[in-house]
């Protein structure tokens, strides 16, 4: 057992803390990690507001990249020293998706078996099962992926949650390519990595959909061909009009991704889709949310796919690596996406900085 520092969320709203916390030794089919970077997320803020569950306290961050320091009896696939980014989808091997041949929709995925715990030995709930704001952290060796080691942990941690989550919703999800149209409304940190992702994949054009001119900006820095603020005209005319110009005839772009999470941009999508195109809804809705009333001769007459992206459909051994040597090359610019480094004491202004919509992405660096 060692201690370290860490950056709890002790009870629903209160405040976030820097306290000292038990981390166990990795015992079989674990992994102790020295963290390096951690990017700070909505999600970390929807545990800390209680909007998540209620196994407070918490143990916040989950972003995050770092070296592996132990493991336990059995582990194969990572060693000590190692440069790993964590991931939520340590993938079973054993369930129905798994023996299957479909991972990416494990039903089992794995986290540390033993609990980290408070000084006192409250046990801490592990935000997506990492809690990674902390100079070490327990998960499951499968929650390690290993990547090119000269890589910016700041950077490459991010592709851990939003960042994936956001080119998998392109590439996985909507099946992005060469020769298909497509638009991202809300451009977010997971909505701009939707337009980073459908730019790698060749889509063209690639048009971003949001109510604040900044986020367009950075649509356009990594990768969107054409914007439309939706605060000021209509967005499924104007994605109409600008698919039409490349695809004449169409009625919309052939891959409509949905990264806000409300029901009136998801029925934007809906129809701002041409015709056996697809809609991804990439954007997490909060409770009491509901489909919003469509006929439904449109639902059929309008053909295609209306699907779900939970973590961008990624499989995270075979995706990090691969987006990570892209960042290498300079394909991806995963830079992009920190807009500051911060200490581990700043997680509670970085909250707060959220919701002035200047920033994409906080990043902790310990
Ligand atoms: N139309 C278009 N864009 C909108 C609208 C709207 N009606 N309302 C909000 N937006 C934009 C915001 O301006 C912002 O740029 O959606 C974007 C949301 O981005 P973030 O708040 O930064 O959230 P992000 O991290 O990208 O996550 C997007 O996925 O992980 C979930 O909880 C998260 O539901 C959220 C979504
Ligand atoms: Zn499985
Ligand atoms: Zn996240």
């Given amino acids: 057992m060692q201690q370290v520092r860490a950056v709890i969320a002790r009870a629903k709203g209160a405040p976030v803390e820097l306290v000292t916390i038990n981390v166990p030794d990795p015992g079989p089919g674990e992994a102790v990690v020295a963290v390096q970077a951690c990017g700070v997320c909505h999600t970390d803020l929807h545990y800390q507001q209680g909007g998540i569950n209620d196994e407070f306290p918490f143990l916040l961050g989950h972003e995050a990249a770092g070296i592996v320091e132990a493991v336990g009896e059995g582990v194969t696939e990572v060693a000590p020293g190692d440069f790993v980014v964590l991931n939520w989808r340590a993938v079973c091997g054993e369930c129905r998706a798994c023996k299957r041949g479909e991972q990416q929709y494990c039903f089992n995925t794995a986290n540390a078996t033993q609990k980290m715990t408070l000084e006192d030995g409250t046990e801490l709930t592990p935000a997506l099962g990492i809690g990674a704001f902390a100079d070490k ?6 929650q390690c992926t290993k990547v090119d080691p000269s890589a910016r942990p700041a950077a490459v941690g991010l592709l851990g949650c939003g960042v994936m989550a956001g080119i998998g919703a392109a590439i ?38 949001d109510i604040d001119p900044k986020k367009l900006e950075t649509a356009k820095k990594l990768g969107a061909t054409h914007t439309v603020d939706s605060s000021k005209v209509d967005p499924v005319e104007a994605i109409r009009e600008i698919s039409a110009k490349t695809y004449p005839g169409a009625e919309g772009a052939d891959i409509v991704i949905e990264a806000v999470g409300r029901p009136e941009t998801w029925k934007q999508a809906f129809y701002a889709r041409d015709l056996a195109g697809t809609v991804v809804l990439v954007g997490v809705p909060t409770a009491g949310m509901m489909v919003p009333e469509l006929p439904l001769t449109d639902v059929f007459g309008r053909g295609g796919s209306l699907k779900s992206s939970w973590y961008g459909d990624c499989l995270p051994s075979r995706d990090f690596p691969m987006l990570v040597d892209l960042y290498q090359q300079g394909r991806l610019d995963l830079d992009a996406f920190v807009t ?8 509670e202004a970085a909250f707060e900085r959220m919701h002035g919509g200047d920033v994409l992405r906080s990043v902790v660096v310990l």
């Fill in 340 to 347: 500051e480094e911060i200490s581990i004491d700043g997680v």
């Fill in 137 to 142: 952290t327990l998960v499951a060796a499968g």
């Fill in 172 to 209: 996985n999800t909507g099946g992005a390519t060469r020769g298909k149209s497509v638009a991202v409304i809300g451009c977010g940190g997971v909505g701009v990595a939707a337009v980073a992702g459908a730019a790698l994949a060749g889509s063209s054009p690639i048009i971003a959909v």
